[in-house]
């Protein structure tokens, strides 16, 4: 029993001693850690990639399952029945990507080549706002030309400036290729991760638990497993309907921006569908710089979208996305913009999706933990209403009358 004590103990001190020196690393000094974390995240981007699509796939790949199931009465065909189920739910994917493609690639390309056009008259219309507000406003132009007149001095400063900036921004746009051409070589190897991962989920799933099983309690095990089960309806509520809302969307809007025949079209409807998986911020974020390219074209033009992407997103915000997403989060609108900040903040545009759900998550366990504690005290919710007397406990002792 000592031998076990002592080794409790020595590996209770060795594990100690190494967190608080990856802390201070972290924190202090290079940071080693993260530079291996980051590292291996980067090497494991196929698997990631991998996980992900399998995950989002997971229902129709269950869907086809139970489909093909039905048919087979002696149930003794359950690889051949998955496997055609992962080859379905692929071509289906492929069709729809194929159709996007076919249909929205040429119009983005003629979208674009029109507005590459037309790039030297919006340049002058704009110019003749700019000059038309300074002719009208002296006291803004005063300021415009102090402030442009202490950071451009003269022609060798604006030229030195400009070089560098012209040189980073080459090197953008080469790395930008070349991270490109790594993402879809990423990407593709992902995909063959998500066909094994979908052709072998429940025996991935077996063998966690099993692991999981060996290395806790049965309390704990079963507190985890509700945790896992938690989250999964949270991601699978929030991702996967999200991203259904959202290219739902993007096809309202296309349909409604043909029928108005507004310029740039196919540009805008995509636009507005993939900003709009960013919950609350999205639809202005999309909707803003949509506006301006209608405006250089139509101003008139620019206020019927400006009206129709009002009621699109009513629309969306009353019937599609609570039909679609319901109370997946149970977060109010409150902690949703908090989410939305910090995700931004700590991981930009993948932050500003994915922190809705992850603060979620932490929300729903920091609840069951308060529920947890609250109901190991006997504390129901009449004792915080105000108003509500003290626990007996927590009064102060009467004070002793004087004799």
Request: proline share 4%; glycine share 8%.
């Amino acid at each position: 029993m000592k031998t076990k004590s002592y080794l409790r103990w020595g590996l209770t001190v060795t594990l100690s001693a190494c967190a608080i020196l990856l802390f201070y690393d972290t924190f202090f000094q290079d940071g080693v850690l993260l530079l291996f974390v980051k590292k291996l995240l980067n090497i494991l981007k196929p698997v990631i990639y991998g996980f992900a699509l399998a995950y989002l796939l997971a229902p129709i790949v269950n869907f086809f399952d139970r489909l093909f199931s039905s048919r087979d009465k002696d149930k003794t065909h359950t690889r051949l029945i998955r496997c055609a189920s992962i080859l379905v739910t692929w071509l289906l994917v492929g069709l729809l990507v194929y159709a996007l493609m076919n249909i929205l690639i040429p119009e983005l390309i003629a979208s674009v080549k029109t507005l590459a056009g037309n790039f030297e008259n919006y340049y002058k219309t704009v110019y003749s706002w700019v000059m038309r507000m300074m002719d009208d406003y002296p006291d803004i132009s005063k300021w415009v030309l102090e402030r442009a007149g202490e950071y451009y001095k003269e022609l060798d400063e604006l030229i030195k400036s400009i070089i560098p900036q012209a040189q980073q921004a080459v090197a953008v746009v080469t790395g930008g290729i070349w991270g490109v051409l790594m993402f879809f070589k990423d990407l593709l190897v992902g995909i063959i991760v998500s066909v094994y991962l979908l052709a072998m989920k429940e025996s991935f799933a077996l063998h966690s638990r099993k692991l999981l099983y060996s290395l806790t309690s049965e309390t704990h095990y079963a507190a985890i497993l509700r945790g896992v089960a938690t989250t999964d309806r949270i991601f699978s509520g929030f991702v996967r309907g999200k991203l259904l809302d959202s290219l739902i969307i993007g096809i309202l809007c296309f349909i409604g921006a043909s029928i108005m025949n507004l310029p740039y079209t196919p540009l805008v409807s995509v636009f507005v569908g993939v900003t709009n998986v960013i919950p609350f911020f999205g639809p202005f974020l999309g909707a803003i710089p949509s506006a301006f390219l209608i405006l250089l074209v139509d101003p008139l033009q620019c206020l019927y979208f400006i009206i129709f992407i009002l009621v699109l997103q009513q629309f969306d915000g009353n019937i599609l996305g609570p039909k679609i997403l319901g109370d997946s989060t149970g977060l109010s609108s409150f902690w949703v913009i908090v989410a939305i900040l910090v995700g931004g903040g700590f991981a930009g545009v993948a932050g500003m999706f994915l922190g809705v759900p992850v603060f979620a998550c932490i929300y729903s366990g920091v609840k069951y933990f308060v529920q947890l504690r609250l109901a190991k005290k006997g504390a129901d919710d009449a004792l915080f209403t105000p108003g509500a007397p003290l626990p007996a406990s927590a009064e102060p002792p009467a004070e002793e009358s004087d004799r």
